[in-house]
């Protein structure tokens, strides 16, 4: 399966905005999808992962309570709803797929988001 991201953007601090990952082909019951991030100089890190029953979905914890990860296995689709943004979000998100049993991934590209202080 490929993945492919959209919906960054420029926000002011204290916005939202939703990201969304389309997938290419069916991730229902066996694929564990999440959200990754990398600010400039910094290593790339987990923000947010779901799993196939979208149960237990786990958080970085600067996240917590902030950002949100969501499934819609009908539409291939994953999203990340980021709400309260700040400064230090900013970065190039990404998302990954991993099949459960054959074990390989799938990265998008990326797409860029800015918060303005």
């Known amino acids: 399966v490929q993945v492919a991201e959209s919906g960054g953007g420029l926000v002011q601090a204290g916005g939202s905005l939703r990201l969304t990952c389309q997938a290419s082909?069916?991730?229902?019951?066996?694929?564990?999808m999440a959200w990754y991030r990398q600010a400039p100089g910094k290593q790339r890190e987990l923000v947010a992962l779901i799993t196939p029953r979208a149960d237990n979905p786990r958080y970085l914890d600067a996240v917590k309570g902030r950002f949100f990860i969501s499934r819609d296995d009908v539409k291939n689709t994953v999203y990340l709803q980021m709400n309260s943004l700040q400064p230090e979000d900013t970065a190039v998100y990404y998302c990954?797929?991993?099949?459960?049993?054959?074990?390989?991934?799938?990265w998008g590209r990326g797409t860029q988001v800015t918060v303005s202080p």
């Open positions: 990954r797929g991993r099949n459960l049993w054959s074990r390989i991934e799938s």
């Open positions: 082909d069916r991730i229902g019951e066996n694929y564990l």
